[in-house]
T-cell receptor, first 114, second 115 residues
Framework: GNSVTQMEGPVTLSEEAFLTINCTYTATGYPSLFWYVQYPGEGLQLLLKATKADDKGSNKGFEATYRKETTSFHLEKGSVQVSDSAVYFCALSEEAGGSYIPTFGRGTSLIVHP | NAGVTQTPKFRVLKTGQSMTLLCAQDMNHEYMYWYRQDPGMGLRLIHYSVGEGTTAKGEVPDGYNVSRLKKQNFLLGLESAAPSQTSVYFC??????????????FGDGTRLSIL
């Protein structure tokens, strides 16, 4: 079956530091890959996505590249802000018998200090 | 544009009571999902629906029932609540596209405590 593994948190950084959150996956087919962000008290919202190998998804200064050879989709940001404090989820999705049941990682909490 | 709306936002129940959580989406999405989120466990799929009148079990369906009588609504029922069902419940929806790159859209959650 499919699975997504994320680095455990919390990740604690100072403002303007460089961020990397690792994500690796196993899949039976050729999935699409996603990063979602969850701010306190809210639901998940899409941060970025990538559909095929070597695609780079980007949004709000965050980037992630679909690496098929290493089955990875690491999230990066060059300079984090306090407002980036949230929980980040890596996920994959592929069609299976007419259904689309995404597989989520367990989430990585990011805390950014001023 | 409301997106995905969950009702209620908070609820406290006593063991053995029943209740229904409502999810409504205004994006004409075919797929709808119910998840629970517990500390350290990430999101776990309870039930899902691929269209009006259809439902299917997810990873942790025991103790829950669902119905999708209207395309825009997906109801999650607890017939006899147990303390182990204390959690934050999220509803999500997705469009019909057969491309796997369509994301899910989530509601803001229902925080349920069972005493």
């Amino acid at each position: 079956g499919n699975s997504v593994t994320q680095m455990e948190g919390p990740v604690t950084l100072s403002e303007e530091a460089f961020l990397t959150i690792n994500c690796t996956y196993t899949a039976t087919g050729y999935p699409s890959l996603f990063w979602y962000v969850q701010y306190p008290g809210e639901g998940l919202q899409l941060l970025l996505k990538a559909t095929k190998a070597d695609d780079k998804g980007s949004n709000k200064g965050f980037e992630a590249t679909y690496r098929k050879e290493t089955t990875s989709f690491h999230l990066e940001k060059g300079s984090v802000q306090v407002s980036d404090s949230a929980v980040y989820f890596c996920a994959l999705s592929e069609e299976a018998g007419g259904s689309y049941i995404p597989t989520f990682g367990r989430g990585t909490s990011l805390i950014v200090h001023p | 544009n409301a997106g995905v709306t969950q009702t209620p936002k908070f609820r406290v129940l006593k063991t053995g009571q029943s209740m229904t959580l409502l999810c409504a989406q205004d994006m004409n999405h075919e797929y709808m999902y119910w998840y629970r989120q517990d500390p350290g466990m990430g999101l776990r799929l309870i039930h899902y629906s691929v269209g009006e009148g259809t439902t299917a079990k997810g990873e942790v369906p025991d103790g829950y029932n669902v119905s999708r009588l209207k395309k825009q609504n997906f109801l999650l029922g607890l017939e006899s609540a147990a303390p182990s069902q204390t959690s934050v419940y999220f509803c999500a929806s997705r469009g019909l596209s057969r491309r796997s790159n369509q994301p899910q859209h989530f509601g803001d959650g229902t925080r349920l405590s069972i005493l």
